[in-house]
């Protein structure tokens, strides 16, 4: 009686392939990031001093009307440290934190030291605290200072903020991404920036604990008035 | 800068290499069709990889100050959409990193499926190739979304994004005939 056999279907192999071709993938892999780094480095992006602002693009309020702003359209990408390209102030606030509503004064007397050399950007942030939510019409009204009822933590008409309209860019950050990208969760903070974005202070280096008690005006006498 | 690159045709070349052996091995008979796609999807992703990498590069490069890796005016340019800090990262990762990883784990499912066609957990490889590549798909066309109607002055078309999201089309084809094969018996 004839049996018939059936064909025996391929089998694999006997070692498992897999840790080769985990090796060779973790090769190839490790190659294209070393070469890729090596075409253009990896930089140091973030809030400290010395590193790369962060760049972001959010609705700005210029006074007339809200359209958009890029942080790094204003950046001197070129800036060998003596031409005349302006640095940046970023000063994050919220229209009803207190000692924002303060500094209001100190703000506008800066400003009008400053304005030549340095761009001011305020950044108004929406803390997620009682009492302080904000609307566009608060934040330009805080700039503006024109009446609206709410600034302060909803003590204050806008219209008696300290200090002078201010005529530059207000930044609405009421979805707290840009506090976020920059590792903030407080107000007021401010940093300044040289013309190519590089960030020269921080105010949460200097002051408080282990800080040198830098104050703002010194650090843009220092940065800016003596360049 | 011009928009056809030194590197853009590279990869060009890389994705009709790719969809040649493709197109010719899908009908092939046997284990040399298998290997013929095989071959096809490992082009693919190796253009994956290395337009992962690019681009990459580009981000980097475009955090301080222009690329010289990519056009940076016009309709077809990387400069309004890699340089997008709105839209040039999931979650703060880059999206070249992000292609990199993926890329890797798609090279290595097909590596290990080709120098072992008859392995145990071949069969399993193919079905997550084919689940893995598709699973990119959504975020191609969101990509495709994003840089013809949301990034600054849209809408760019951003070429080396484009040779990526082409790559990752034909991985999922090539993963398709793959899973086809070793359902119908044709592996091999």
């Keep these: ?227 | 800068m011009a928009v056809i690159t030194a590197p853009l045709m590279i990869f060009l070349l890389g994705i009709g290499v790719s969809t040649y052996l493709l197109v010719k091995s899908r009908d092939s008979p046997g284990e040399e069709g298998t290997v013929g796609i095989l071959n096809a999807s490992m082009g693919f992703s190796a253009v994956g990889i290395m337009g992962s990498g690019w681009t990459w590069s580009i981000h980097n490069s475009m955090l301080v100050g222009s690329s010289s890796m990519c056009a940076t005016e016009g309709l077809v340019q990387c400069g309004s959409v890699i340089g997008d800090p709105q839209w040039n990262n999931l979650f703060g990762i880059p999206w070249g990193l992000i292609g990199i990883g993926s890329f890797a784990i798609i090279w290595f499912l097909i590596l290990s499926i080709r120098m072992d066609l008859h392995a145990k957990w071949s069969s399993n490889y193919v079905n997550l190739l084919y689940f893995v590549s598709l699973a990119g798909v959504p975020f191609v066309l969101w990509l495709v979304l994003v840089e013809l109607t949301m990034v600054d002055g849209a809408p760019h078309i951003c070429p080396y994004c484009t040779v990526i999201h082409i790559a990752l089309l034909g991985m999922v084809a090539s993963a398709f005939y793959l899973r086809q094969r070793k359902e119908s018996g044709s592996w091999s």
């Design chain 1, 1 to 227: 009686m004839s049996r018939r056999r059936a064909k025996a279907s391929p089998r694999g192999k006997e070692e498992d392939v897999r840790t080769m071709a985990g090796l060779v993938t973790a090769g190839i892999i490790s190659l294209v990031v070393v070469i890729s780094v090596i075409l253009a480095p990896i930089p140091q992006v973030g809030p400290e001093e010395g590193n790369q602002a962060p760049d972001f693009v959010a609705d700005s309020y210029n006074g007339a009307s809200w359209s958009e702003y890029r942080l790094s359209d204003n950046f001197d990408w070129d800036w060998n440290g003596s031409s005349d390209s302006k640095w940046l102030l970023i000063y994050f606030m919220d229209t009803d934190c207190p000692y924002c509503w303060v500094a209001g004064d100190e703000m506008s007397q800066l400003h009008s030291q400053w304005s030549d050399r340095v761009n001011f950007v305020t950044i108004a942030a929406e803390l997620g605290i009682p009492d302080h939510d904000s609307t566009r019409g608060e934040i330009e009204a805080f700039r503006d200072k024109t009446s609206y009822f709410g600034c302060n933590s909803d003590r204050d008409d806008c219209i008696d903020r300290p200090g002078t309209p201010n005529n530059w860019p207000y930044i609405d950050d009421g979805s707290m991404s840009i506090m976020s990208l920059w590792g903030l969760s407080g107000t007021p903070v401010s940093f300044i920036l040289e013309p190519d974005g590089t960030v020269a202070w921080n105010k949460n280096k200097h002051q408080g604990q282990g800080g040198d008690g830098e104050e703002l005006s010194e650090a843009l006498q220092r940065l800016v008035g003596e360049q």
